[in-house]
């Protein structure tokens, strides 16, 4: 967790995305553009308290702690009312549940009318390389393709609005490119902690793929409606 942390902590992203793309897709861009951008009140969930922390703390520099409220909490186990909200935006982080089973647990909390954005790796050729198909049955194993993830929103009780594939960029600007300049740094860090090593290379590996791969799998934005 500690190595975790090191490598991740004040990355500009935990996942592919960017602003200028979350802006073109739905109101905003996560917790803090979709304040900026809306006069709504968000609420941002994670488990983990340092990410919450430094949420926190870029709200209040970005004087946006008036309506972001961060809280502890898991995905699977959401404690609002059924109805709570207009809209649910999620990047990166569906897949902690599996596509399905998170898109069927949130659909309680949309009032009718809401939507949901989010993201989510996808399968982007009917046969990609075994490469690239024994990377994810190990990180991801419910891993669709886009036709897949449309029927599962389908079935969840969800009108598809829109879809697109996020651009390459969107991985490398603000997530594997500052990653992997961190990652460097770290191997030399903790060269002779072989556990701390073997958790480095297996970022290094991820990036590696995708600069490999990229044309197989990528992250896919979704729109969904609670009609
Ligand atoms: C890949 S990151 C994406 C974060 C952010 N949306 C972004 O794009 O930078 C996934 C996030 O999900 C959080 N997470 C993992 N399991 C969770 C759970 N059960 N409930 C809430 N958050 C969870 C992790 O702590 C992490 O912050």
Redo the contacts with the bound molecule.
């Keep these: 967790m500690e190595i975790f942390w090191e490598l991740h902590a004040d990355?500009p992203?935990?996942?592919?995305?960017s602003d200028a793309l979350t802006a073109e897709v739905g109101p905003g861009r996560?917790t803090l553009v979709l304040a900026r951008e809306t006069e709504a009140q968000v609420f941002a969930?994670?488990?983990?308290p340092p990410?919450l922390e430094v949420l926190r703390e870029r709200a209040e520099s970005a004087g946006l702690s008036g309506r972001i409220r961060a809280q502890r909490?898991?995905?699977?186990?959401i404690s609002f009312a059924d109805a709570s909200f207009d809209l649910i935006w999620?990047?990166?982080?569906i897949?902690?549940?599996g596509f399905l089973r998170g898109l069927r647990a949130w659909r309680r909390l949309l009032r009718p009318g809401g939507h949901i954005a989010l993201?989510e790796a996808c399968f982007l050729v009917p046969d990609p390389p075994d490469e690239v198909t024994e990377f994810w049955a190990e990180s991801y194993a419910g891993m669709q393709d886009i036709d897949g993830c449309l029927a599962s929103a389908r079935v969840a009780g969800y009108r598809v609005v829109d879809h697109r594939v996020l651009p390459e960029s969107a991985w490398w600007d603000g997530?594997y490119g500052p990653l992997l300049a961190r990652s460097q740094a770290l191997l030399g860090k903790y060269a002779g902690d072989r556990d701390a090593i073997a958790q480095i290379e297996q970022g290094i590996l991820e990036c590696e793929l995708y600069r490999n791969h990229s044309a197989s799998y990528g992250y896919v934005f979704y729109v969904l409606a609670a009609d």
């Design positions: 990355l992203q935990q996942a592919p995305g996560q969930i994670d488990l983990l990410f909490m898991s995905m699977s186990d999620s990047e990166g982080a897949y902690n549940m993201t997530y």
